[in-house]
């Protein structure tokens, strides 16, 4: 293997973007494909914004800017969940493919690699104009991982559901540009999506048990039962998609869209339960996040306040 410090070589420089791919691979389809989309539809959308609205066309040229924002912030995070001594004996048994376990660099040359892109991604997100997102992102990393919140019941899930909060929105506005601002059904929209971040993100633990075990991690799954945490997936999957089609006052079409997806993830859920089956019931999940992010595009209401108030 080519170490990492090695980057004199053209060879060497060859292999980072393969470590930054290795890296996030696992959180990419979790977190920055489905959160470029809310950022994106978004900003397309007219009922999430105030200001000049930015045409379809312009928000499309800020697509590339949404995903660096959200793949340089995810991989500050994957730097720091990924190179603990219990993150690399865990990731042999669940994801032996990461590039610590596979030993193309080591958990101190990753700590190394953070002193520089920790502060790269604070200020990339302060050149967006979205520093106070970016913040929060990384101060949620750093209670998830180096305070171990990962490894507490529940406290896992808020930490997690905060950050996609911060994601989301971060997204929304990079999307819409600095002459328009997220309004307050866009905050409320980036606050309801946490929510179902919050009650439904145990699924992605159900694939992970063996790991999580062996760490000794209090996952919701391993903490309530494997059984109450498929019932409690398939409620709030069904419940979520009831709240939004209601708040959004969607077609009987247009209710399709996420709830076709939502009682593909409740079935599977329920009857599909060893390790293979749930990594595909949680990539189901994303495209059911995927659903719900385009709500605002398929609604029929200008926002929440008419229901709200």
């Not at 190394?112 to 790269?120: F, H």
């Not at 309004?183 to 699924?203: F, P, R, Y």
Request: hydrophobic residues 45%; aromatic residues 12%; positive net charge.
């Amino acid at each position: 293997m080519i170490p990492i410090t090695n980057l004199k070589s053209s060879q060497g420089a060859f292999q980072i973007p393969k470590l930054i791919w290795a890296f996030t691979e696992s959180n990419f389809a979790t977190f920055v494909i489905p959160n470029t989309a809310f950022g994106i539809l978004g900003a397309v959308a007219t009922s999430l914004s105030k200001g000049v609205q930015p045409s379809g066309l312009e928000v499309l040229q800020r697509f590339s800017i949404v995903v660096a924002y959200n793949w340089s912030n995810v991989l500050s995070f994957d730097l720091a969940n990924q190179r603990a001594p219990e993150s690399v004996a865990e990731d042999r048994i669940n994801k032996p493919w990461r590039p610590i376990p596979t030993n193309r660099i080591t958990s101190d040359q990753t700590r190394r690699v953070m002193l520089v892109s920790i502060p790269l991604t604070l200020w990339f997100n302060y050149y967006l104009g979205v520093w106070e997102q970016g913040v929060v992102i990384h101060i949620t990393t750093w209670l998830y991982n180096d305070l171990r919140g990962m490894d507490e019941a529940f406290v896992r899930e808020i930490l997690i559901s905060v950050g996609y909060g911060m994601f989301n929105s971060g997204s929304l506005q990079i999307a819409l540009g600095n002459k328009t601002s997220i309004n307050w059904n866009g905050m409320v929209w980036a606050c309801i999506i946490s929510g179902v971040i919050l009650t439904t993100m145990q699924i992605q633990d159900l694939k992970d048990q063996a790991g999580d075990r062996l760490r000794g991690r209090k996952t919701v799954v391993l903490f309530l039962g494997e059984e109450i945490s498929r019932w409690s997936i398939a409620f709030f999957v069904n419940f979520w998609t009831c709240v939004c089609s209601i708040l959004w006052d969607l077609s009987a079409w247009s209710c399709a869209v996420p709830g076709i997806p939502a009682a593909v993830v409740t079935w599977r859920v329920l009857k599909m339960r060893n390790q293979k089956d749930d990594y595909r019931s949680w990539q189901l999940w994303c495209l059911w996040l995927l659903g719900l992010y385009s709500l605002p595009l398929l609604g029929r209401s200008d926002g929440f306040k008419s229901i709200l108030y």
